[in-house]
Structure formats: structure tokens, C-alpha cells
């Protein structure tokens, strides 16, 4: 099993920088491929960013592209996702999410294990 703890969020103003931060604990981290899910109030659950388990392979939702990058770093057991260009549609919820299951990486439901969340705010 792993636990999974995000942090990083906050009130930015449009335009600006964030960057988050997923710790993961257990000694398996790498074993794991990751993703960063968000959830805005009344809608679905969207993938933001998706990275395999080395960190060789990523995936994005269309709304990030060319704004947001995902990086982990196994020997730490942390995950990141840089958000610069930020717009007031970003406000959400981000969740950090781990699995080990050859599943779809963009499907919330391929992903076993999620962190509490972290509430991202950007004001127009």
C-alpha cells in the first residue's frame, strides 16, 4: 500500500505559478505510476497529468497542455506538477493518485490510492 499526502495549493492570481507536491510513503514508490486528478465544484473528476514509473513517459489533459508539467523524483517518493499560465477555470481540488495496475493512465478509476486533496484557487 501506499499513502499519499499533497501539498502546495493556495490562492494565486491569474497568470502566476504554483507548484504541488505529492509524498508518497512505503518503499515501493517506483513501482507505482502517478497521476494528478482535479475536481471543481459540480463537475467531474478530470485527469490533469499522468507519469509512468521511471518518469519517461507523461500524459495531459487538453486543458494543461503547454501550461502544466508533471516530474517525480523516485529516490525522494515525491511527485510534482508545476502549473505556470494559470487561469481562474484551474480552481479545483487537485488529488494526487497512485497505482500499479496496467490500466489506463487518464481513467480515475485505474488509480487505487489517492491523497486528501489540495484546494487551488486563481482569482481573475
Known amino acids: 500500500q501506499v499513502q499519499l499526502v499533497e501539498s502546495g495549493g493556495g490562492l494565486v492570481q491569474a497568470g502566476g505559478s504554483l507548484r504541488l507536491s505529492c509524498a508518497a510513503s512505503?518503499?515501493?514508490?517506483?513501482?507505482?505510476?502517478m497521476a494528478w486528478f482535479r475536481q471543481a465544484p459540480g463537475k467531474e473528476r478530470e485527469l490533469v497529468a499522468a507519469i509512468s514509473r521511471s518518469g519517461g513517459g507523461t500524459e495531459y489533459g487538453d486543458s494543461v497542455k503547454g501550461r502544466f508539467t508533471v516530474s517525480r523524483d523516485n529516490a525522494k517518493k515525491v511527485v510534482y506538477l508545476q502549473m505556470d499560465s494559470l487561469k481562474p477555470e484551474d480552481t479545483a481540488v487537485y488529488f494526487c493518485a497512485a497505482d500499479r495496475r496496467l490500466l489506463p493512465s487518464s481513467v480515475s478509476s485505474s488509480y487505487n490510492y489517492w491523497g486528501q486533496g489540495t484546494q487551488v484557487t486563481v482569482s481573475s
Open positions: 512505503g518503499s515501493t514508490f517506483s513501482t507505482y505510476k
